[in-house]
């Protein structure tokens, strides 16, 4: 059996009769599936978080300027 996605494997072996267990996934998809959730977390960590910082002290400041010329 190739390297298969874990809900096609639940039904395959399921279809099949056998336990589901995740000792029975492939390394190759435990693998790949890290390396892409690692992947993902970098490119929020390096580009949504700054520009989500950025975004609220723009906000921030929006507000405070707002506030000082309310008084």
Avoid: C, N
Wanted: proline share 6%; aromatic share 16%; charged share 20%.
């Amino acid at each position: 059996m190739g390297a298969m996605s874990l809900p096609v494997l639940a039904i395959l072996r399921a279809a099949e009769g056998g336990p589901v267990s995740p000792f029975e996934v492939e390394f190759g998809l435990f693998f790949w599936t890290w390396l892409v959730f690692g992947v993902l977390l970098y490119a929020l960590y390096k580009y949504a978080y700054p520009a989500i910082l950025g975004a609220t002290e723009e906000r921030e400041k929006r507000i405070a300027g707002q506030l000082a010329d309310a008084e």
